[in-house]
């Protein structure tokens, strides 16, 4: 599904000025709190009127300002799934749904293709509680039923905004696997709305970074994560370590913020290299035979294997959580390391150095 988006909306505290085309069946929205991301969703849905530009769907035009054009939400053929789910409390599960495929029969004024109540409730799995309340059901059962409603409808796209966050953890993982899946067999195409990068990693095959109502970077989801680009789409990926650099040579930087060491990259640096990112899981400990073994030319550029990222960690900080131990060095960066549930009160072991491959450092502008 190509979808391009030029947006312009005047809000209270920034101006939403969206401008993207993907072409991509399962895409993602990653971004803060109030960064724009529903509202861009309320735009394309047509709910809520841009103040200027244009949306179209596979070609089909939604809104232009030039042309006047602004199709009601019913002739968009798009589905919204609510953060709240919006479900009707005083109606049962199964007359939610019907109330909605009534709403779309008259609308389409024909109702052969679409499916009954029945059907859909045995699709989400949801039969057995048909005659309940939405109070009376769990919050993934919600979910299903609002989607069983908005399925009645046959969008062609769907749009989910935050459709998780009202979960407890174990049904959030469950429960997002369960609608992928559902989604992927009915080859439906969805907007994913989120600020939980490993959602969007884990269900969307195209992200876009939204920050302060802009777009700061776009593309496959996982070209985004191995190269950010910016600091800002850098911390949205989740990028805990970002220092201002001085570049040395075409691969060679000191960074400024993290004790003045020297790295090295596999990348060029050129006149936009201001910063650069390592993964806190990216680090591994630096053995003997790494810093001795000057034989390898393993990146081109004729540094010698010795003199390759190899960083003293110093006095450390060490906190521990169920699977992970978080490592502060004493020159300020991050390192992860994973850990069993089953280490007990056993210390972690650390080395005297860590090394970072060159691949593995990231380099970005400001902006």
């Given at each position: 599904m190509k979808i391009e988006a030029d947006v312009q909306k005047k809000l209270k505290d920034f101006k939403l000025d969206i401008r993207f085309v993907a072409d991509n069946s399962h895409i993602g929205i990653l971004g803060p709190s109030g960064s724009g991301k529903?509202?861009?969703?309320?735009?394309?849905?047509?709910?809520?009127?841009?103040?200027?530009?244009?949306?179209?769907?596979?070609?089909?035009?939604?809104?232009?300002?030039?042309?006047?054009?602004?199709?009601?939400?019913?002739?968009?053929?798009?589905?919204?799934?609510?953060?709240?789910?919006?479900?009707?409390?005083?109606?049962?599960?199964?007359?939610?749904?019907?109330?909605?495929?009534?709403?779309?029969?008259?609308?389409?004024?024909?109702?052969?293709?679409?499916?009954?109540a029945e059907e859909l409730m045995e699709l989400l799995d949801i039969s057995s509680v048909a005659k309940h309340h939405p109070h009376e059901i769990s919050g993934g059962q919600q979910q299903r039923t609002a989607l069983a409603r908005i399925l009645a409808s046959d969008p062609e796209l769907l749009l989910l905004d935050e459709p998780f966050s009202a979960l407890d953890s174990f049904l959030r993982e469950r429960t997002r696997l369960e609608l992928y899946d559902l989604l992927v067999s009915m080859n439906k195409s969805f907007i994913l709305v989120s600020h939980d990068r490993d959602e969007i990693y884990q269900m969307c095959d195209h992200l876009i970074l939204f920050k302060e109502g802009k777009v700061i970077g776009q593309g496959s989801t996982e070209e985004v994560f191995k190269n950010p680009e910016n600091v800002a789409a850098a911390k949205l990926t989740g990028c805990k370590n970002i220092s201002r650099i001085k570049k040395l040579t075409e691969h060679r930087f000191i960074a400024l913020d993290w004790g003045n060491i020297e790295l090295v990259t596999s990348k060029v640096l050129d006149e936009n290299a201001e910063y650069a990112g390592?993964?806190?899981?990216?680090?591994?400990?630096?053995?003997?035979?790494?810093?001795?073994?000057?034989?390898?030319?393993?990146?081109?550029?004729?540094?010698?294997?010795?003199?390759?990222?190899?960083?003293?960690?110093?006095?450390?900080?060490?906190?521990?959580?169920?699977?992970?131990?978080?490592?502060?060095?004493?020159?300020?960066?991050?390192?992860?390391?994973?850990?069993?549930?089953?280490?007990?009160?056993?210390?972690?072991?650390?080395?005297?150095?860590?090394?970072?491959?060159?691949?593995?450092?990231?380099?970005?502008?400001?902006?």
């Open positions: 529903s509202m861009f969703l309320k735009n394309l849905s047509g709910l809520v009127k841009p103040d200027s530009g244009s949306i179209s769907i596979d070609n089909k035009l939604m809104y232009d300002k030039v042309k006047k054009i602004n199709l009601d939400p019913a002739r968009r053929h798009i589905g919204y799934l609510f953060q709240n789910y919006a479900l009707f409390p005083n109606m049962t599960v199964e007359e939610n749904i019907k109330a909605a495929i009534y709403a779309t029969s008259k609308m389409k004024k024909v109702n052969s293709d679409m499916k009954s390592i993964r806190a899981h990216d680090f591994e400990p630096c053995s003997d035979s790494m810093i001795n073994n000057h034989d390898a030319d393993i990146h081109q550029h004729n540094e010698n294997v010795n003199e390759l990222n190899v960083i003293s960690c110093g006095q450390v900080n060490v906190t521990k959580l169920p699977f992970e131990w978080y490592i502060l060095l004493e020159n300020g960066l991050w390192w992860k390391k994973n850990k069993s549930l089953y280490d007990g009160d056993e210390k972690v072991s650390i080395p005297e150095k860590l090394r970072i491959d060159p691949d593995k450092i990231i380099i970005l502008k400001e902006n």
